[in-house]
Nanobody, 119 residues
Framework: VQLQASGGGSVQAGGSLRLSCVAS????????VGWYRQAPGKQRELVAS???????YYTDSVKGRFTISRDNAKSSVYLEMNSLKPEDTAVYYC??????????????WGQGTLVTVSS
């Protein structure tokens, strides 16, 4: 199953964006799906994840500002981003997480979607 992110754009600090991740097939069999981001010159990091049961994880820097959700019927995962900060500027990717890890089972990534937050 391939996961493709979209919905990025340019916003001013304090603004909001909603990212969408659509799967090429059903995501029902994928227990955990996550949103990652990679800022220029930095390592890719896991921003948020959600399990089939609805359990969520957020990295500390986005807690209270970002909300992850999934709709298995639409094979989609979403990331609602509010109160955006310039440090949120990055290319955002979605991917499945391998069981018990913070990373995908295979090093295969979609194109990602660019989020740019200006001060």
């Amino acid at each position: 199953v391939q996961l493709q992110a979209s919905g990025g754009g340019s916003v001013q600090a304090g603004g909001s964006l909603r990212l969408s991740c659509v799967a090429s097939g059903s995501i029902f069999s994928i227990n955990t799906v996550g949103w990652y981001r990679q800022a220029p010159g930095k390592q890719r990091e896991l921003v948020a994840s959600i399990t089939n049961g609805g359990s969520t994880y957020y990295t500390d820097s986005v807690k209270g500002r970002f909300t992850i959700s999934r709709d298995n019927a639409k094979s989609s995962v979403y990331l609602e981003m509010n109160s955006l900060k310039p440090e949120d500027t990055a290319v955002y990717y979605c991917n499945q997480l391998a069981s018990g890890t913070l990373w995908p089972p295979f090093p295969s990534w979609g194109q990602g979607t660019l989020v740019t937050v200006s001060s």
